[in-house]
């Protein structure tokens, strides 16, 4: 790779750097270019990506936007998956990984801390964001709901009651 081009893809992967706070690496030995493109389009639905970059042009980079713990992590052919919600990238790629048999995930860092694969397997097991969000949401409109029918209860005994007395005074 001609040295200008080095730069290039050095300055790539330091804005990267700077703009996402998960990341994810993963051998990729194996799998076929149908299966990587297949992961990439998954990814991308999620708003992630899949990027093979040479490991030292991407620890440089590293360094450069003062990420911390990729020397631990990228070694041997890797892919870096990248995005800013960290389960469900984990979900889908450990799901990947057991349906391919041939992903295999190396390690991860996220807000600077260095995790092991057994420890983004341990996230993927979280509850995502979205449904994080669906619980609140259904826990706050129940809520929601019932403060609302305590409210109008009382009103709607009274009316009963002036309801009742009235047709009473009728008689």
């Given at each position: 790779?001609?040295?200008?081009?080095?730069?290039?893809?050095?300055?790539?992967?330091?804005?990267?750097?700077?703009?996402?706070?998960?990341?994810?690496?993963?051998?990729?030995?194996?799998?076929?270019?149908?299966?990587?493109?297949?992961?990439?389009?998954?990814?991308?639905?999620?708003?992630?990506?899949?990027?093979?970059?040479?490991?030292?042009?991407?620890?440089?980079?590293?360094?450069?936007?003062?990420?911390?713990?990729?020397?631990?992590i990228?070694?041997?052919?890797?892919?870096?998956?990248?995005?800013?919600?960290?389960?469900?990238?984990?979900?889908?790629?450990?799901?990947?990984?057991?349906?391919?048999?041939?992903?295999?995930?190396?390690g991860?860092?996220?807000?600077?801390?260095?995790?092991?694969?057994?420890?983004?397997?341990?996230?993927?097991?979280?509850?995502?964001?979205e449904?994080?969000?669906?619980?609140?949401?259904?826990?706050?409109?129940?809520?929601?709901?019932?403060?609302?029918r305590?409210?109008?209860?009382?009103?709607?005994?009274?009316?009963?009651?002036?309801?009742?007395?009235?047709?009473?005074?009728?008689?």
């Open positions: 790779m001609l040295k200008s081009k080095k730069a290039i893809v050095i300055e790539e992967m330091s804005q990267v750097y700077v703009d996402y706070t998960c990341f994810i690496v993963a051998r990729y030995q194996g799998l076929t270019v149908a299966q990587i493109t297949s992961l990439r389009r998954s990814l991308k639905k999620d708003g992630a990506n899949f990027k093979i970059v040479k490991n030292s042009l991407s620890k440089i980079a590293a360094s450069n936007s003062n990420k911390k713990g990729f020397d631990d990228l070694f041997g052919p890797v892919g870096i998956i990248y995005a800013n919600e960290p389960v469900s990238i984990a979900k889908k790629l450990v799901s990947f990984a057991k349906t391919t048999g041939k992903l295999q995930i190396v991860g860092v996220i807000d600077n801390h260095v995790y092991t694969n057994l420890q983004i397997v341990e996230l993927s097991k979280l509850a995502s964001m449904q994080i969000r669906g619980g609140i949401v259904g826990s706050i409109s129940g809520v929601a709901s019932s403060l609302i305590v409210i109008q209860t009382p009103g709607a005994q009274i009316a009963r009651v002036c309801s009742s007395y009235s047709s009473s005074r009728k008689e």
